[in-house]
């Protein structure tokens, strides 16, 4: 995978801007999370570990 294009399709799709400055980083963080992905992504899970949790939002009380 070419991870620098794709850094640069992604900020571009999103709209973002990546400073000169940050561009490696920001490569290099992705590179470190692309590396994590197959243990993420080979972890076992079933419908019992969903956490059923649903946001409601509610109205701010009143002052």
């Known amino acids: 995978m070419d991870v620098e294009a794709y850094?640069?399709?992604a900020a571009a799709a999103l709209g973002l801007t990546?400073?000169?400055d940050h561009r490696p980083g920001v490569i290099r963080?992705?590179?470190l999370a692309?590396?994590?992905a197959p243990?993420?992504?080979d972890f076992p899970l079933t419908p019992a570990d969903e956490s059923g949790n649903?946001?409601?939002p509610?109205?701010?009380p009143k002052a």
């Open 7 to 9: 850094v640069d399709a």
């Open 18 to 20: 990546l400073a000169p």
């Open 29 to 31: 963080y992705f590179q």
């Open 34 to 36: 692309a590396s994590m």
């Open 39 to 41: 243990r993420v992504m």
């Open 54 to 56: 649903v946001f409601v």
């Open 58 to 60: 509610v109205e701010a």
